[in-house]
């Protein structure tokens, strides 16, 4: 489970912590520990008792699986990232913008190998070969009804 091509996610911003949050949890849950632990005590090193109001504004980034399912809202301002686990909370994540969350890499995950040459999405087949994939389909499926009725080739219906 990787969030980025190396150790480390670049600088943060709301919807990259609000996403790796999730990936942290989602690890949890798996019971992936050893995935998760480095986040875990990077994200719980920045807790905060003393934090600003939360912001009026829609979040930046929501995190659906934190706070027990009821999410954490995360907001860019004045150089930080804070992530509001619940409305009149105490505290929040306090995260400088210039830090870099830990990677969620299990130990024995292998580093991704990008192919440039595969293209999975666009790969598309022309019409004229889907229409004729679709009649030879049609054809097969009126041998096989018309086997399972009991006609032989001359058209007489086989009693059984």
């Known amino acids: 489970m990787n969030t980025s091509q190396g150790n480390s996610s670049p600088a943060i911003n709301p919807r990259e912590l609000a996403r790796d949050y999730d990936r942290f949890i989602s690890a949890r849950w798996r019971g ?8 875990a005590s990077w994200i719980e090193a920045h807790w905060t008792g003393q934090a600003p109001s939360e912001p ?10 934190g706070n027990a399912g009821a999410g954490i809202r995360w907001y860019a301002r004045g150089g930080y990232v804070f ?5 009149g909370s105490q505290g929040c994540y306090r995260i400088a913008a210039t830090e ?11 580093e991704p190998q990008l192919d ?3 293209d999975h999405l666009l790969r598309q087949t022309p019409v004229r070969a ?3 994939r679709a009649a030879k389909a049609d054809r097969t499926l009126a041998v096989l009804d018309t086997g ?12 059984h």
Request: hydrophobic share 30%; no cysteine.
């Open 32 to 39: 992936e520990d050893e995935t998760a632990d480095t986040f």
């Open 130 to 132: 889907r229409q004729s």
């Open 148 to 159: 399972i009725q009991g006609e032989s080739k001359n058209g007489r219906v086989h009693e």
């Open 116 to 118: 440039a040459t595969a």
């Open 56 to 65: 009026d504004d829609p979040p930046e980034g929501a995190s659906v699986l």
């Open 83 to 87: 992530g509001y686990a619940s409305p």
């Open 100 to 110: 870099t969350a830990p990677a969620l890499t299990a130990p024995w995950d292998p």
